[in-house]
DNA sequence: GAGCACTGC
C-alpha cells in the first residue's frame, strides 16, 4: 500500500500544503486515492494553517457572554514570521531516512529524537495560540472546580491545548481506591489517569490526536506501547496501555460508559463542540452531571474534571444545567463532599466550600473582520437574489476571492449553477472568468473533491453548497459569503411518527457560522439574502436534534446505563413528554422494556449493537431464525446502515444503463432482498471489488462502508453467540436465502411500519390509516402488493415509504398479535 | 416518476 505509507509520511511532517513554495506536493496529496484519508487531510491542512498564523494576543475574561463574531485582525508581520517558522518544521521532517529510523525508534519504545525535535518546533506555533497564555489559569481553576464551561472561538487552539495543559497535573494521575461492589464486598480499583476528549465526526477525532501526539513528541495511539495520544472511533481504536489523552466520538464514550459507568479510566473528560448540540452529546453531558454531582461511588470518591467546550456555546444554560446538578445534590445531601471513605485527600475540606461552583473562560480566537451585507427588502426568490450578489461582487471585487453561496438542497444548487452559467456567457470579455462548483452530500466523492482544487488563472471559483459547508467541509480562498437563511431540516413528528425534511430559516448561531467562512484566511463580506430585521427574528442557537428526533434510541441509552427513570434524567433540554412516552412505548413494542419500564434482556442486547433500536431488534429476531437468516439479516441491515448503495443517475440515458446494469440484482420481493443479492455479490467477487461496483452502478464507498458495518456485527454477533465460530458460518454461507424468514425477521421490529393496499391502488398504513406511496427509488415503486413493510416513512413532497418489501397481511397479523 | 442537510455506535 504505497500510498497510505506515502500518506502517513505527509501527514507526519507539520508541512502546510497552502503554501506555495510546496504546491507540487499538494497535488500529489490531491492524487491519493481514498477519500476519506483525502478528506481529513484536507481538514488537517486548514486546521494547521489556522493554528500557524493564529498569533495574536487574545482577550480573556471570565463569565462574559458576548458576540461571538467579533473578531480581530492579525498583523501580517508576525504572520510571516509564523510561516518561516512552519516551512522550517516540515524542511526538516520530510525524509524517508529519519522516518524509518522514527519506525525503528518506536518499536523500541522510545520516544525519537526526530520526534522530539519536531515537537519542539511545533511548540513554538503552540505558544503563539490564543489559549496558551491562559494555560495556568485553567490549571488553577480546575484544581478547585469540577466544571468548567470554555469558550474558545474557531483557531484559539482550545481541542489541542487543553488535554496537554492538564495532562501533568496532580489530580490527573491513576489512584487506588477501595470500591464497595455491588455483592457488598470491597474491591482495589485504579481510578483516573487518562484524559478523553469526545468529538461529534470520526475525522476530527483522528485528525486531533495525530496532530497532538506530533506536539508531545510521542507515537500516536497503537503504534507504540510508550504512546501517549491516542484515539477511538468506531472502526478504528488506536491506543496504548500508556495512553494519557485520548481523543474520542461521543458514540464511543457513551459505548464505554455501558461497561463503565463511572468512567473509572478517566481523571476528565472534555467535551468539544457542546454547541453542534447532538443526541450523543446531551446523553454525555446528562450522564457527566449525573457523575460530578453525585457520591462518585464508583469511583471512590475520585472526582471526574468536566469540561464543556464550544465555539458559540449558549452558556447561561450549560451554567445552570451544572449548577442545577449541584444544587439538587446539596440539597439532598449526595454531593461528593459527604463521601466520608477517606479516598479524599486534605484538599477536601475546601472542595466543600467551592462545590457547586462552576468555572466559566471565554477566550477569544482568530478571524478576520467580515462585513455583513443584508438585503433591504425580504426576498422571495433566493436562487435570483443569488444570482444578482454573485455577478454584483464578480464585477465589482478584485480578486482574488472566491464566492460561497449556502443554499438549501440540491435542486436549488442545481438551479443556481444553471443560471450562473448562462449568466457568464453574455459577461464583460474583460472580467475574470468564473468557475461554479456545485456542492452537496449526494454528488459523486470526485466531483466534490473539485471544489479543493485552485481555480484557473484569472478565475473565480463560485461554490454552491448546501449546509455540507458549514460544519463538515472546509474550502480555503473564500472571501465571500452569500447566504440564503434557510436550510433543509429533518424533524420527527411524534404524533405521525414520520419524518419530516423542510427548509426552515437557520438559528442566528448557523447565520454567524456561515458568515465565519469568509474570514477565516484575510478580510470578507458576508451578504445575507434576508433583511437585518429578519435576521432579528432568528432563533438564537439550532434546535437541539434531541427535540427533533425519534428517542428511542436515545432512552435505550439511557437504560441500558442505569436510568431507569428518565423521568429524573437531567436533560440539557427536556423533550415532550409526548415523545418520551411515545419512544417507550416504541420500546416496550419490540420487547426491549418490561412493563414496569425496565430494561429487558433483549433491550440489553439491542443496546450494544451499533443499530436503532428496531434494527437491533430484527438481528436478535433473525438469531432466532438461525445463523442462515441471521447472516442474511446482518448483510440487509448493513446496507441499510449506509445512506444510498446505488449511484444517483442522472441523466435520462444513464438511467436505462443503471437500470441494466442492475437488473441481475434485483430481486421482486422488494429492497430487503435487493440489497441482499447486492452485498453477497460484492463479496463474492474477489477480484475487482472496484471494477464490479462500477459495472453494476453501485457505489464502491458505500459497499465498503457496509462490509465495515457487516464485519463489524459478525463479530459481535459471534461474541454474543448468536453466530457460530467463522468455520461454520463458511459452511452455510452459500445456503439460498430464505425470502420468508427474512421478511418475518424484520417484521419484528418494524411490525408498525407496515401499510395494505386499499382499493383505489394506494396504500394506507395498518397502524393510523394513513396515505403512503412508495418512494420512486424502491424496486417496488408503482407495483401493487397486498402489503407492504417500510423502514423509513418521510415527508417531503407528500408521506413516503423507503426501504420497502412486501409482505403478506397475516404475517402482520402474526407479530402485531404476539406484541 | 421523485428528489434527500448532516452526524454517530
Given at each position: 500500500?504505497?500510498?497510505?505509507?506515502?500518506?502517513r509520511?505527509e501527514?507526519s511532517?507539520?508541512?502546510?500544503?497552502g503554501?506555495?513554495?510546496?504546491?507540487?506536493?499538494k497535488?500529489?496529496?490531491v492524487?491519493?486515492?481514498?477519500?476519506?484519508?483525502?478528506?481529513?487531510?484536507?481538514k488537517?491542512?486548514?486546521?494547521?494553517?489556522r493554528?500557524?498564523?493564529?498569533?495574536v494576543?487574545?482577550?480573556?475574561q471570565?463569565?462574559?457572554?458576548?458576540?461571538?463574531?467579533?473578531?480581530?485582525?492579525?498583523?501580517?508581520a508576525?504572520?510571516?514570521?509564523?510561516?518561516?517558522?512552519?516551512?522550517?518544521?516540515s524542511?526538516?521532517?520530510?525524509?524517508?531516512?529519519?522516518?524509518?529510523k522514527d519506525?525503528?525508534m518506536?518499536?523500541?519504545?522510545?520516544?525519537?529524537s526526530?520526534?522530539?525535535?519536531k515537537?519542539?518546533?511545533l511548540?513554538?506555533?503552540?505558544?503563539?495560540?490564543?489559549i496558551?497564555?491562559h494555560?495556568?489559569e485553567i490549571?488553577?481553576?480546575?484544581?478547585?472546580?469540577?466544571?468548567?464551561?470554555?469558550?474558545?472561538?474557531?483557531?484559539?487552539?482550545?481541542?489541542?491545548q487543553?488535554?496537554?495543559?492538564?495532562?501533568?497535573?496532580?489530580?490527573?494521575?491513576?489512584?487506588?481506591v477501595?470500591?464497595t461492589?455491588?455483592?457488598?464486598k470491597q474491591?482495589?480499583?485504579?481510578?483516573?489517569g487518562c484524559?478523553?476528549?469526545?468529538?461529534p465526526?470520526?475525522?476530527a477525532a483522528?485528525s486531533?490526536?495525530?496532530?497532538?501526539?506530533?506536539?508531545?513528541?510521542?507515537?500516536?495511539?497503537?503504534?507504540?506501547?510508550?504512546?501517549?495520544?491516542?484515539y477511538?472511533?468506531?472502526?478504528?481504536?488506536?491506543?496504548s496501555p500508556?495512553?494519557?489523552?485520548?481523543?474520542?466520538?461521543?458514540?464511543m464514550?457513551?459505548?464505554?460508559?455501558l461497561?463503565?459507568p463511572?468512567l473509572?479510566k478517566?481523571?476528565?473528560?472534555l467535551v468539544d463542540?457542546?454547541?453542534?448540540?447532538?443526541?450523543?452529546?446531551?446523553?454525555?453531558l446528562?450522564f457527566?452531571?449525573?457523575?460530578?454531582s453525585?457520591?462518585?461511588?464508583?469511583r471512590g470518591?475520585?472526582p471526574?474534571?468536566?469540561?464543556?467546550?464550544?465555539?458559540t456555546?449558549?452558556?447561561?444554560?450549560?451554567?445552570?444545567f451544572f449548577?442545577?446538578?449541584?444544587?439538587?445534590?446539596?440539597s439532598?445531601g449526595t454531593?461528593?463532599?459527604?463521601a466520608?471513605?477517606?479516598?479524599?485527600?486534605?484538599?477536601d475540606?475546601?472542595?466543600?466550600?467551592?462545590?457547586g461552583?462552576?468555572a466559566?473562560?471565554h477566550i477569544?480566537?482568530?478571524?478576520?473582520p467580515?462585513?455583513?451585507i443584508?438585503t433591504?427588502?425580504?426576498?422571495?426568490?433566493f436562487?435570483d437574489a443569488a444570482?444578482?450578489?454573485?455577478?454584483?461582487?464578480?464585477?465589482?471585487e478584485?480578486?482574488?476571492?472566491?464566492?460561497l453561496?449556502?443554499?438549501t438542497?440540491?435542486?436549488t444548487?442545481?438551479?443556481l449553477?444553471?443560471?450562473?452559467?448562462?449568466y457568464?456567457?453574455?459577461?464583460d470579455?474583460?472580467?475574470?472568468?468564473?468557475?461554479?462548483?456545485?456542492?452537496?452530500?449526494?454528488?459523486?466523492?470526485?466531483?466534490q473533491?473539485?471544489?479543493f482544487?485552485?481555480a484557473?488563472?484569472r478565475t473565480r471559483?463560485?461554490?454552491?453548497a448546501?449546509?455540507?459547508a458549514?460544519?463538515?467541509?472546509t474550502?480555503?480562498?473564500?472571501?465571500?459569503?452569500?447566504?440564503?437563511g434557510k436550510?433543509?431540516?429533518?424533524?420527527?413528528?411524534?404524533?405521525?411518527?414520520?419524518d419530516s425534511?423542510?427548509?426552515?430559516?437557520?438559528?442566528?448561531?448557523?447565520a454567524?457560522?456561515?458568515?465565519?467562512?469568509?474570514g477565516?484566511e484575510?478580510?470578507?463580506?458576508?451578504?445575507?439574502?434576508?433583511t437585518?430585521?429578519d435576521y432579528?427574528?432568528l432563533q438564537?442557537?439550532?434546535?437541539?436534534?434531541?427535540?427533533r428526533?425519534?428517542?428511542?434510541?436515545?432512552?435505550?441509552t439511557m437504560k441500558?446505563?442505569?436510568?431507569?427513570?428518565?423521568?429524573?434524567?437531567?436533560?440539557l433540554?427536556r423533550p415532550?413528554?409526548?415523545a418520551?412516552?411515545?419512544?417507550?412505548?416504541?420500546?416496550?413494542n419490540?420487547q426491549?422494556l418490561?412493563?414496569?419500564?425496565?430494561i429487558s434482556s433483549?433491550?440489553?442486547q439491542i443496546?450494544?449493537?451499533?443499530?436503532?433500536a428496531p434494527?437491533?431488534?430484527?438481528l436478535l429476531?433473525?438469531?432466532?431464525n438461525?445463523?442462515?437468516?441471521l447472516?442474511?439479516?446482518?448483510?440487509?441491515?448493513?446496507?441499510?446502515?449506509?445512506?444510498?448503495?446505488?449511484?444517483?443517475?442522472?441523466s435520462?440515458e444513464k438511467?436505462?444503463e443503471a437500470?441494466?446494469a442492475?437488473?441481475?440484482?434485483?430481486r421482486?420481493e422488494g429492497d430487503?432482498?435487493t440489497?441482499?443479492a447486492?452485498?453477497?455479490?460484492?463479496?463474492?467477487?474477489n477480484?475487482?471489488?472496484?471494477a464490479?461496483?462500477?459495472?453494476?452502478?453501485?457505489?464502491?464507498?458505500?459497499?465498503?462502508?457496509?462490509?465495515?458495518v457487516?464485519?463489524?456485527?459478525?463479530?459481535?454477533c459471534?461474541?454474543a453467540?448468536l453466530?457460530?465460530?467463522?468455520?461454520?458460518?463458511?459452511?452455510?454461507?452459500?445456503?439460498?436465502?430464505?425470502p420468508?424468514?427474512?421478511?418475518?425477521?424484520?417484521?419484528?421490529?418494524f411490525a408498525?411500519?407496515?401499510?395494505?393496499?386499499?382499493?383505489?391502488?394506494?396504500?394506507?398504513?395498518?397502524?393510523?390509516n394513513q396515505t403512503?406511496a412508495?418512494?420512486?427509488?424502491s424496486?417496488l415503486?408503482?407495483?401493487?402488493?397486498e402489503?407492504?413493510?417500510?423502514?423509513e416513512?418521510?415527508f417531503?413532497?407528500?408521506?413516503?415509504a423507503?426501504g420497502?418489501?412486501?409482505?403478506?397481511?397475516?404475517?402482520?397479523?402474526?407479530?402485531?398479535?404476539?406484541?
Amino acid at each position: 500500500m504505497p500510498e497510505k505509507l506515502h500518506t502517513r509520511f505527509e501527514d507526519s511532517d507539520g508541512d502546510d500544503a497552502g503554501k506555495t513554495a510546496v504546491r507540487p506536493q499538494k497535488k500529489e496529496q490531491v492524487d491519493v486515492a481514498d477519500p476519506v484519508i483525502k478528506e481529513t487531510r484536507e481538514k488537517k491542512n486548514k486546521k494547521r494553517k489556522r493554528e500557524e498564523t493564529a498569533d495574536v494576543k487574545p482577550n480573556t475574561q471570565r463569565v462574559v457572554i458576548r458576540d461571538g463574531e467579533k473578531s480581530r485582525n492579525a498583523s501580517s508581520a508576525q504572520e510571516s514570521d509564523q510561516k518561516r517558522d512552519v516551512k522550517e518544521v516540515s524542511n526538516g521532517f520530510k525524509s524517508q531516512k529519519h522516518q524509518s529510523k522514527d519506525q525503528k525508534m518506536i518499536r523500541q519504545g522510545k520516544p525519537s529524537s526526530t520526534l522530539r525535535e519536531k515537537a519542539r518546533a511545533l511548540y513554538e506555533i503552540r505558544k503563539k495560540l490564543p489559549i496558551f497564555p491562559h494555560a495556568d489559569e485553567i490549571r488553577q481553576q480546575l484544581k478547585k472546580d469540577d466544571v468548567m464551561l470554555l469558550v474558545g472561538e474557531t483557531g484559539s487552539g482550545k481541542s489541542t491545548q487543553i488535554p496537554q495543559f492538564l495532562a501533568d497535573e496532580s489530580w490527573c494521575r491513576p489512584k487506588t481506591v477501595k470500591v464497595t461492589e455491588e455483592d457488598g464486598k470491597q474491591k482495589d480499583v485504579s481510578v483516573g489517569g487518562c484524559i478523553a476528549i469526545t468529538q461529534p465526526r470520526r475525522v476530527a477525532a483522528i485528525s486531533l490526536a495525530r496532530r497532538v501526539a506530533d506536539e508531545m513528541g510521542t507515537p500516536l495511539g497503537s503504534s507504540s506501547p510508550a504512546s501517549r495520544v491516542g484515539y477511538s472511533v468506531r472502526f478504528d481504536t488506536s491506543t496504548s496501555p500508556s495512553t494519557k489523552v485520548k481523543y474520542l466520538t461521543e458514540g464511543m464514550l457513551l459505548q464505554e460508559m455501558l461497561h463503565d459507568p463511572w468512567l473509572t479510566k478517566y481523571s476528565a473528560v472534555l467535551v468539544d463542540e457542546v454547541h453542534e448540540r447532538g443526541v450523543n452529546v446531551d446523553l454525555v453531558l446528562g450522564f457527566l452531571r449525573n457523575i460530578v454531582s453525585g457520591k462518585k461511588e464508583g469511583r471512590g470518591g475520585i472526582p471526574l474534571k468536566v469540561i464543556a467546550m464550544s465555539a458559540t456555546a449558549d452558556m447561561e444554560s450549560l451554567l445552570s444545567f451544572f449548577k442545577e446538578g449541584f444544587d439538587n445534590a446539596q440539597s439532598t445531601g449526595t454531593d461528593g463532599t459527604n463521601a466520608s471513605d477517606g479516598a479524599l485527600d486534605h484538599q477536601d475540606s475546601e472542595r466543600d466550600e467551592k462545590q457547586g461552583q462552576v468555572a466559566v473562560c471565554h477566550i477569544k480566537g482568530r478571524q478576520f473582520p467580515v462585513k455583513t451585507i443584508y438585503t433591504p427588502e425580504p426576498v422571495h426568490d433566493f436562487v435570483d437574489a443569488a444570482l444578482k450578489v454573485i455577478f454584483q461582487i464578480h464585477c465589482k471585487e478584485p480578486m482574488p476571492g472566491d464566492i460561497l453561496v449556502f443554499l438549501t438542497g440540491q435542486e436549488t444548487v442545481e438551479a443556481l449553477e444553471y443560471l450562473v452559467n448562462d449568466y457568464a456567457i453574455g459577461m464583460d470579455p474583460a472580467l475574470p472568468k468564473v468557475q461554479v462548483l456545485p456542492l452537496f452530500a449526494a454528488l459523486p466523492q470526485a466531483a466534490q473533491q473539485r471544489v479543493f482544487q485552485p481555480a484557473p488563472p484569472r478565475t473565480r471559483k463560485i461554490i454552491l453548497a448546501t449546509n455540507i459547508a458549514e460544519t463538515s467541509v472546509t474550502i480555503s480562498g473564500i472571501r465571500f459569503v452569500v447566504d440564503c437563511g434557510k436550510a433543509k431540516m429533518k424533524q420527527f413528528r411524534t404524533r405521525l411518527g414520520l419524518d419530516s425534511l423542510l427548509v426552515k430559516p437557520i438559528s442566528k448561531s448557523a447565520a454567524i457560522q456561515r458568515k465565519g467562512r469568509a474570514g477565516r484566511e484575510a478580510p470578507g463580506q458576508c451578504y445575507r439574502l434576508y433583511t437585518e430585521k429578519d435576521y432579528l427574528t432568528l432563533q438564537e442557537t439550532n434546535t437541539p436534534e434531541i427535540l427533533r428526533c425519534d428517542l428511542s434510541q436515545a432512552i435505550l441509552t439511557m437504560k441500558a446505563r442505569g436510568v431507569d427513570d428518565i423521568v429524573d434524567f437531567p436533560f440539557l433540554t427536556r423533550p415532550p413528554r409526548e415523545a418520551l412516552e411515545k419512544a417507550l412505548l416504541q420500546l416496550f413494542n419490540i420487547q426491549a422494556l418490561e412493563e414496569s419500564g425496565k430494561i429487558s434482556s433483549i433491550g440489553l442486547q439491542i443496546a450494544k449493537l451499533p443499530l436503532t433500536a428496531p434494527l437491533g431488534r430484527v438481528l436478535l429476531a433473525a438469531a432466532q431464525n438461525g445463523p442462515n437468516c441471521l447472516l442474511d439479516v446482518i448483510d440487509i441491515i448493513s446496507s441499510l446502515s449506509v445512506e444510498n448503495i446505488f449511484l444517483n443517475t442522472t441523466s435520462e440515458e444513464k438511467k436505462e444503463e443503471a437500470e441494466k446494469a442492475r437488473r441481475d440484482l434485483f430481486r421482486r420481493e422488494g429492497d430487503h432482498l435487493t440489497m441482499l443479492a447486492t452485498v453477497q455479490a460484492y463479496a463474492a467477487e474477489n477480484t475487482d471489488r472496484k471494477a464490479w461496483a462500477e459495472r453494476h452502478m453501485v457505489s464502491h464507498r458505500a459497499m465498503q462502508s457496509v462490509m465495515d458495518v457487516r464485519k463489524q456485527l459478525t463479530t459481535q454477533c459471534r461474541q454474543a453467540k448468536l453466530l457460530p465460530d467463522a468455520n461454520t458460518c463458511a459452511s452455510i454461507a452459500n445456503n439460498q436465502p430464505d425470502p420468508v424468514l427474512i421478511l418475518k425477521s424484520f417484521l419484528t421490529g418494524f411490525a408498525t411500519n407496515t401499510a395494505r393496499i386499499v382499493p383505489d391502488g394506494s396504500y394506507r398504513t395498518i397502524v393510523g390509516n394513513q396515505t403512503v406511496a412508495i418512494h420512486p427509488s424502491s424496486v417496488l415503486f408503482g407495483k401493487k402488493v397486498e402489503a407492504i413493510m417500510y423502514n423509513e416513512f418521510v415527508f417531503t413532497n407528500r408521506s413516503y415509504a423507503r426501504g420497502v418489501s412486501a409482505v403478506q397481511m397475516d404475517w402482520v397479523g402474526e407479530v402485531l398479535a404476539g406484541q
